[in-house]
């Protein structure tokens, strides 16, 4: 069984998400700090009342709050890294997250390297996902300059 928390969405704009086996938890709310109470409170109720065997976090500004949860609970836990995550400067809270973590995910090795370089993770630590999509759903296309820009891509990267 999979419990999916997204503080972005809510359930009535992904119902493809649910299944018998899947449950998809939108948290969304016009204030994103009500959006993370929501889904910490999420997280909590769920490690309390169902002791889950490993938590996945899929994002590094969830890797810190997990990592305390699974100090206080002896759960082990995994992040996945991915997209302009590898490249921003991750606070402290977030590297103590991710380097705590019992894996990191990635989705190749160019992210790997990128993170080790940035945050001084354990090689070890890392488990090298590929990305999979359906390409008669997904258009793929080249990134805009201006989005290059924005997300601070350079020519060496």
């Not at 090689?123 to 390409?135: L, V």
Request: charge should be positive; charged fraction near 20%; proline fraction near 6%.
């Amino acid at each position: 069984q999979l419990t999916v928390l997204s503080e972005r969405d809510l359930p009535k704009d992904c119902p493809e998400y649910q299944s018998p086996n899947i449950f998809f938890h939108g948290l969304k709310s016009s204030r994103p700090l009500v959006s993370k109470l929501r889904v910490f409170r999420k997280i909590l109720t769920s490690v309390i009342l169902n002791r889950p065997s490993h938590i996945l976090v899929g994002h590094v500004s969830w890797s810190f709050p997990v990592f305390i949860l699974s100090k206080i609970f002896n759960i082990p836990y995994s992040v996945s890294i991915h997209g302009i995550e590898v490249y921003q400067n991750i606070s402290w809270f977030g590297k103590t997250g991710l380097n705590q973590a019992h894996h990191i995910w990635v989705n190749g090795p160019f992210t790997q390297k990128k993170c080790i370089q940035k945050n001084k993770t354990q090689e070890k630590k890392f488990f090298i996902f590929p990305p999979a999509c359906d390409e008669s759903f997904f258009v793929i296309s080249t990134k805009k300059e201006e989005l290059k820009l924005k997300q601070q891509f350079h020519k060496d990267n």
